[in-house]
């Protein structure tokens, strides 16, 4: 399935097996730089959803957080 996220499109997945975080084993990821939001088959059905919208939350935290100001060099007056 595809969502878009702020001006971006991510691929949400249910994945078999356990996902990690670098060593850490976690029920999802949002990987921004892939664009994927990933959900572990292994977590239980009743809390599935809770787990999707945390995952789409720290994706959407990712577009929408402003970015640095542009700094210009000379007049731009």
Do not use: H
Not at 7 to 16: G, K
Not at 35 to 53: C, F, N, T
Request: one cysteine or more.
């Amino acid at each position: 399935m595809q969502l878009e996220i702020g001006s971006r499109a991510y691929q949400f997945q249910m994945v078999p097996g356990p996902l990690r975080k670098g060593r850490q084993r976690c029920a999802s990821v949002c990987d921004a730089v892939g664009r994927r939001i990933l959900v572990s088959s292994e977590v239980p059905p009743e809390v599935r959803l809770e787990v999707a919208v945390i995952a789409v939350t720290e994706a959407w935290q990712r577009e929408i957080i402003p970015r640095p100001p542009l700094r210009f060099i000379g007049n731009v007056s």
